[in-house]
């Protein structure tokens, strides 16, 4: 009877282990958001029998981590989270477990993203979450869009909505009105060089950085010589776009959506959030991504069912909620309460989910991304408000660009070559 006791023991300890989930995380590490996923983990976990240890990492030591593991045959990590980037890294070094014929039930996944999803032919995660910079609108700014654009082009970022068509918006609203209302964030902690290189570079060249000094690029430079006619001169103060809006001085902005997050939240009947406009080449736009990745030699079968749940709308919704983070599947928008949030939702997963979109990531230039940053806010500086010749000073500054990226070894980001 003993003998029988202990191997039912036994068989109850294995059927545990293999029910354990062992998650490596880079994301949720501050102290709240952390509190939050073993929350969530938690309640999982009661309603699925599958035990969850979640574990932070820093960025260099999960993938250190993984490759130790790797090396010495012992896989102890069944679950990791992290940027596109470091899981597109360990994918190139054979990390990581080709999810390829994994599907899933009652969930579209933003489509925008799939082809990010891939090393080669091997599908090496799944999206989680995702953060981006949208478009602000006060809806009175509708009144005045341009002959042939309207209001649905722009929340459903048709090929209507365009760089041009900002322009002739900005120009109605400043004519109609007597003032400019279209705002950026230019202050000293603002986010414009975001959109310089991972927006409106993309949108007109292809690509962020590798044709920073192309004659395409020039014409982009003209453009936003000709905006910038249109656009509030307090700009050059402002870090957040958040207190602008709400205080009414502009009717339009474009900022990182956790910086007009306030004014939507605050007033949501007056605010919408719509995707960037697109140029002659795309609708160019950054987005951090998240995925979910499997080890290659752990165990799918427990990872594979917190996948599912981790990028289920419910879960989505909740980390939207407590988090900031946005949707990567479809469905999440329509479980998100009505209000400030589901607006902010609905702009970032139509933006995301734009045919025409020009995905960007934030290079990885370690030390050198300030320079990064400000070269471009230099060129824009001497261009624009200086009335430099634009070819002369990307000219100058280009190589400069690339040279940063050949210091920290880091990739240079390449044009899609669909666009070509």
């Not at 998240?290 to 419910?314: C, H, N, Q, Y």
Request: proline content about 5%.
């Amino acid at each position: 009877m003993r003998k029988l006791l202990v191997g039912f023991v036994l068989v109850a300890l294995v059927a545990l282990t293999f029910a354990k989930v062992n998650f490596g995380s880079t994301q949720m590490t501050p102290a709240a958001e952390r509190e939050f996923m073993i929350r969530l983990l938690s309640d999982y976990a009661k309603s699925s029998g599958i035990e969850i240890e979640f574990l932070n990492f820093e960025y260099t030591d999960l993938l250190s981590r993984v490759e130790a593991e790797q090396k010495a045959g012992r896989i102890v990590l069944n679950l990791i989270a992290d940027l596109q980037g470091g899981l597109y890294t360990m994918g190139s070094k054979g990390l990581l477990a080709d999810l390829s014929n994994v599907k899933f039930q009652d969930k579209s996944f933003v489509q925008t993203f799939e082809k990010y999803t891939y090393v080669g032919k091997e599908k090496v995660f799944f999206p989680w979450l995702q953060a981006t910079f949208a478009v602000a609108v006060n809806r009175k700014a509708f009144d005045y869009l341009p002959k042939g654009l309207t209001q649905q082009d722009i929340m459903n970022a048709t090929e209507k909505w365009t760089y041009d068509a900002l322009l002739e918006w900005a120009k109605n609203m400043q004519e109609k009105t007597k003032q400019p209302q279209l705002g950026f964030p230019l202050g000293p902690k603002g986010l414009w060089h975001r959109f310089l290189h991972g927006h409106i570079y993309p949108s007109y060249t292809g690509a962020q950085a590798v044709k920073f000094d192309s004659v395409k690029a020039i014409d982009m430079w003209n453009y936003l010589r000709e905006l910038f006619k249109y656009v509030h001169p307090a700009c050059t103060t402002w870090d957040n776009m958040d207190q602008p809006l709400l205080r009414g001085e502009v009717m339009v902005a474009w900022d990182h959506t956790a910086r007009i997050k306030q004014a939507i939240v605050e007033r949501p009947n007056d605010f919408v959030v719509v995707p960037v406009p697109r140029g002659p080449m795309g609708r160019g736009y950054i987005i951090v991504l998240v995925g979910l990745s499997v080890p290659r030699g752990a165990d799918t079968s427990e990872s594979v069912k917190v996948i599912d749940f981790l990028t289920s709308p419910k879960a989505q919704t909740a980390i939207l909620q407590n988090v900031g983070f946005f949707p990567v599947v479809q469905e999440a928008t329509g479980q998100i309460p009505e209000g400030g949030l589901r607006i902010l939702a609905q702009g970032v997963v139509s933006q995301s989910s734009a045919t025409d979109s020009i995905v960007c990531f934030i290079p990885g230039l370690g030390a050198k991304g300030g320079e990064f940053n400000e070269t471009y806010r230099q060129a824009f500086t001497r261009i624009v408000f200086n009335k430099e010749d634009p070819a002369k000073v990307i000219g100058e500054l280009g190589e400069k660009i690339r040279q940063f990226f050949r210091e920290t070894g880091a990739p240079l980001p390449e044009p899609d070559s669909s666009l070509f």
